[in-house]
Structures are given as structure tokens and as C-alpha cells.
């Protein structure tokens, strides 16, 4: 499929189908109190990653982890607060980037590594696996407001400040990138997502240097170590942009938010790259007529070229399960 082909039916998986609506994960979860401890536990990740394939048979197992790991990795320690998000001492405070490694620390991520040969071993062949990493700019401004922030003022106004700054973190995040998404190949991932959650709050102008092109770093850096990487990119809320991730990332296939026009993303988009996406995630909430709508809408729009079907951003814990195994039905026309 990331070969560019059309299939019958698209092939389907969900982003962070490994997580809170499934009860199986919950409980699984509350065998480790801190977030972080359980992505490093290689055992309890690998089992996150294929419960929901068990229960659905998804086209795809995306490796449990977060894209946090990295700043971890490079010595900016994270944590998770109960139900309030990430923490992270921002890097501008305190010595700045001296605080940082000059490289990543993969040692540190070696249960990560373990827990993909885990998930290898234990997943059939007709199932896709898939790594992934947060975009540099998505990465970088968790760094530097050390929380989710709802505007990402923290980053962009740094941005427009101390520029300089931000080309030496976006720089270190790149190759820490490129690394960390070589040695997932490695361990055994078919292909890796990168996920950009937070191109909309950029400019046009700021899109092209803190996204795009730092992007486009990293799908070079790791195909010149594994020539044959097949790579999805996800600007969410790029609006127009899409087009330009579809032209200038390298990416194999372009994921899309639910907020984009079907009709433009098959013309602009699709012409040009696969897509994926892009459900609303609330339509499986509410289930219903609002979910067979939502199914329909999105296999029309995308029924003239390659489509992997998925949800236009993560799916929701409050998610009914029962209206996930609809919608795998839904999209490969079995009766729901
Ligand atoms: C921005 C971002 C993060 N993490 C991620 C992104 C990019 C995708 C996106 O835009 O959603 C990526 C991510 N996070 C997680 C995965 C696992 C694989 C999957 O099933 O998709 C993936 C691919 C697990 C997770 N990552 C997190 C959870 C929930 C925590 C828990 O289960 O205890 C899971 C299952 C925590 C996390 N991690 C992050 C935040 C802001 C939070 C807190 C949000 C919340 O609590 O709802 C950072």
C-alpha cells in the first residue's frame, strides 16, 4: 500500500488504538504507576501494542511508546501528571541547550527496541508494523513550554526571538530523529509515522522552516541508512499545506486531519502521494448514523486512489469499543 498501489478495500488502523478506551490496556496500565516506566517496560509495551490487534485485526500495530522518549533521551527527563499531560523542566531556563546531549541516548531507549523485536515476533505477516517519532517542531515546543500549551505561544514567540535557539534544538532533534528511527528499523518496524501534531500554529513561512524542512532532514537521514523506509507524514492542520507535505517531505504517504476538504485532498493530495486519515474521531464517539456518514464520506472521497483508512487524529478514550469493531466493519463492508 505504501508502494502506492490502490487496494479493494483500504486497509485499515487507528492512531493510538493502543490506549485508554480499551479496557484490556487500562488494566494492563494500572500495573505501573508512572506513564514513562510502562513505555520502558518492554514486556507490558509489546502487549499495549497487540491488544488492539487481537481484538480488531487491525492492517496495522503501531509500537507503544510516545514521542516524549526522545527529549527523555536526550537528558530533558519527562514525566506524566495523572490526567494533566506531560511535564518537562523547559529547556530555555537554566543553561539552555547545555543542559541537553549532544546526542541521543539509545542505551536509554534499548527497551524500546526490545519491546518492537517483542511486538516482530509475536505479529502474523499480514500485519504492518509501524514505528514512529514526533516531528522536530511538534517535539521542540513540549521542550520549551515543558507542558501542552493550547496556542504553542512558548515556541513561536521563541521562534521569532532567538531564532538561532531554535535552530540548534530542531538541528539536535533531527539527528536525534534519524537515529532513533534507523535503529526501529532495525529492531524490526515495516515503516515508521511521523507525527507533526502541531504544524497548525504556524505560518506559512514558519511551516516551511520549522516543518517541513526539518522533515524532510530526517526522511533523507534515515533513507540513506535504510534505502527501502517507507515513511507517513502527518502535519496535522496544515490546511493547505498537506499539498506541500505531499511535495517536499519525501513522505511515502500523507496523513490528513479531519478538518480537510475530501474533494481538494483527493485533487491536491492524493494525486500526488497515498493518503491516510481522516475520520473525525468523535463520529466513533457518538456511533449511529453519524459514524456511517462519517465511514461513507470518507471511503468516497478517496475511492480514485491509494487510501489507508484512519481516524483524522487520535481516537478519544470516552470511544465506545463496541463502535470501533463497527467501524472495521463498516470499512471492509461486512454487515456492522
Ligand atoms: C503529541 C503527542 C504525544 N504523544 C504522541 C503524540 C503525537 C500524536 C498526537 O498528536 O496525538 C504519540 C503517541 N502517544 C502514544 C502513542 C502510542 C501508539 C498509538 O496507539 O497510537 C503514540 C503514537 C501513547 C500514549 N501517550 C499518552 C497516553 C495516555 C496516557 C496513559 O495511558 O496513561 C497514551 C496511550 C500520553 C500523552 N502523550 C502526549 C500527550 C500530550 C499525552 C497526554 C494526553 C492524554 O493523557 O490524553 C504527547
Redesign the pocket.
Known amino acids: 500500500m505504501l508502494a502506492g498501489e490502490r487496494l479493494p478495500k483500504p486497509p485499515i488502523w ?7 478506551y480499551l479496557p484490556e ?2 488494566e494492563l ?1 494500572a500495573t505501573t504507576a508512572s ?1 514513562m516506566e ?2 520502558y517496560s518492554p514486556v507490558k509495551a509489546a502487549e ?2 497487540l491488544q ?1 490487534i487481537r481484538r480488531f485485526g487491525f492492517d496495522a500495530a ?7 522518549v526522545v527529549p527523555d533521551a536526550l537528558g530533558q527527563e519527562v514525566t ?1 501528571a ?5 511535564r518537562l523542566h523547559p529547556i530555555t531556563l537554566d543553561g539552555g541547550l547545555s543542559r541537553l546531549a549532544d546526542e541521543i541516548d539509545l542505551e536509554r531507549l534499548s527497551p524500546v527496541f526490545e519491546a518492537i523485536e517483542r511486538v516482530r515476533a509475536g505479529l502474523g505477516p499480514e500485519t504492518t508494523f509501524l514505528g ?1 517519532c ?1 516531528a522536530p517542531w ?1 517535539v521542540a515546543s ?1 521542550m520549551i513550554a515543558g507542558k ?1 500549551t493550547p496556542e504553542l505561544a512558548p515556541s513561536r514567540l521563541l521562534a521569532y526571538r532567538d531564532p538561532d535557539f531554535l535552530v540548534a534544538l530542531i538541528d539536535r532533534l533531527v539527528e536525534a530523529s534519524i537515529r532513533y528511527l534507523v535503529r526501529q528499523f532495525q529492531a524490526g518496524v515495516d515503516a515508521v ?1 511521523i ?1 507533526e ?2 504544524a497548525g500554529a504556524l505560518t506559512a513561512s514558519g511551516f516551511e522552516r520549522w516543518s517541513l524542512q526539518p522533515i524532510r532532514r530526517i526522511v533523507d537521514g534515515v533513507r540513506a541508512q535504510v534505502p527501502h523506509a517507507r515513511i507517513i507524514v ?1 502535519t ?1 492542520a496544515a490546511g493547505a499545506g498537506h499539498r506541500l507535505t505531499a511535495e517536499r517531505t519525501g513522505a511515502d504517504a500523507v496523513a490528513l486531519d479531519w478538518a480537510v476538504n475530501g474533494a481538494w485532498a483527493a485533487e491536491n493530495v492524493q494525486a500526488l502521494k497515498p493518503v491516510q486519515g481522516n475520520l473525525d474521531p468523535l463520529t466513533v464517539v457518538a456511533g449511529g448514523q453519524a459514524l456511517e456518514e462519517g465511514v461513507r464520506d470518507v471511503l468516497a472521497a478517496f475511492s480514485s486512489g491509494p487510501h489507508i483508512f484512519n481516524l483524522g ?3 478519544v ?1 470516552e470511544t465506545p469499543v463496541e463502535n470501533v469493531g463497527k467501524l472495521v466493519k463498516l470499512v471492509r463492508g461486512e454487515t456492522a
Open positions: 487507528i492512531m493510538r488504538q493502543a490506549g485508554r490496556y487500562r496500565r506513564f510502562f513505555c499495549a501494542t488492539p503501531i509500537l507503544f511508546s510516545d514521542i516524549l506524566f495523572e490526567g494533566e499531560g506531560p514512529f514526533g511538534t513540549y501542552g509515522q507525527f501534531s502541531f502527518f496535522r487524529h487520535g481516537i478514550p
